[in-house]
């Protein structure tokens, strides 16, 4: 009775070795082939099923062991295999690839993805439809200049108002588009999709902090156009709020702004692409050495960060910015000290200006 005792003992100690053994040698079986994360084409044929592809997954090394793949579509009954094509990796393993099958293929090789970089303004949004979509800048300039399409966007986000519709307004929607990376269907894609997927992008931002704007003395309009000139002017997220506490204290001051950015827009010029001569005496909407007040509305389309500035402004005694032609900005408390900083700047070739 003893020996028998012990050789059952012995019989489960060597059963749960076994099943250890199994289910670690059924993990690795099924794990990713490889950390590669570099995407493959894999083409699913109409008739097929999660048992007929395993011989490929395994020839195109996208799973371990066709022997594991099968046993693991067996022990949860897999099927529903639809036909398409998918974008798998090494680094996936049997349950993720069986996952993205199961969800079925949105895999589009004519998706297009284009980035609309922060700072950017109407020119350039222009300039990146044309070179990546089947339209040209004249399209959207043309379209932009449709009022009765322009009046339609106010009526759908609450972020647009009337003040896009002033006629000295180069572009009614600068400042709005939400600059980000997006993808669409095609090439064909139309530019109101485009401004469609960009707008419900800023609108998702804006609601977040939509009790922020509501509480400023500043309107929407005013607070992007602020959010723009910050955006134009710096490069740095660290320095925006520095640069929002000089707008707004020249503001409350009655001084003027006098943003080189809103000299070039004004002039139709683009900031590090073209002189700027004698674009700060141009009378015009925009040109904040000449007006005593905010420009007409934003000139270029402001990320987060320099929107959230304007709403949480540094507590600083600045009264003065100048950026070089690196985008470093620098800071001053009087006017002799900024005007040392652009004669510092001049001298060693690192100023926009003459």
């Known amino acids: 009775m003893k020996k028998y005792s012990t050789f059952a003992g012995i019989l489960v100690v060597i059963s749960a070795i076994l099943i250890i053994v199994s289910c670690t040698v059924y993990k690795v079986g099924i794990g990713k082939v490889s950390n590669r994360s570099e995407l493959i084409e894999f083409e699913v044929t ?5 048992s007929t592809i395993g011989q490929e997954l395994k020839s195109k090394n996208l799973i371990k062991s066709e022997f594991f793949y099968k046993l693991y579509i067996k022990l949860y009954q897999v099927e529903g295999l639809q036909a398409g094509v998918y974008l798998l990796s090494e680094n996936m393993g049997v349950e993720k690839i069986v996952q993205v099958l199961k969800e079925g293929s949105t895999y589009n090789p004519d998706t297009i993805t284009i980035t609309f970089r922060e700072g950017m303004n109407m020119q350039q949004t222009a300039q990146v439809i044309a070179q990546n979509t089947n339209h040209t800048e004249e399209e959207v300039f043309e379209l932009l200049a449709d009022k009765e399409y322009i009046t339609s966007l106010i009526s759908q986000y609450w972020f647009l108002t009337d003040d896009i519709l002033d006629s000295h307004i180069y572009y009614p929607l ?7 990376t997006y993808q669409f269907l ?4 139309s530019i109101q999709e485009m401004f469609k997927t960009m707008l419900d992008q800023m609108e998702k931002k804006l609601n977040v902090i939509q009790p922020q704007i509501e509480a400023s003395q500043y309107s929407i309009h005013e607070i992007l156009t602020l959010a723009s000139m910050i955006q134009s002017e710096g490069n740095n997220i660290s320095d925006f709020e520095k640069m929002a506490s000089v707008f707004l204290t020249r ?3 009655n001084m003027r702004l006098q943003s080189c950015a809103s000299a070039y827009y004004g002039d139709k010029k683009i900031m590090g692409q073209d002189d700027f001569d004698d674009s700060y005496l141009k009378q015009n909407a925009y040109n904040t050495y000449v007006l005593n007040a905010l420009p007409i509305g934003p000139i270029s389309n402001p990320g987060i960060d320099a929107i959230e500035a ?3 402004p540094a507590d600083t005694d600045y009264l003065y910015f100048a950026s070089d032609k690196n985008m470093n900005v620098y800071f001053s408390k009087t006017l002799r000290e900024h005007e040392s900083t652009i004669a510092k700047l001049k001298e060693s070739g690192n100023w926009y200006g003459s």
């Open 46 to 50: 109409s008739g097929q099923t999660f």
């Open 174 to 180: 600068e400042g709005y588009l939400f600059p980000d």
């Open 186 to 189: 095609n090439q064909d894609v």
């Open 251 to 253: 503001l409350d001051r």
């Open 310 to 312: 304007v709403l949480n």
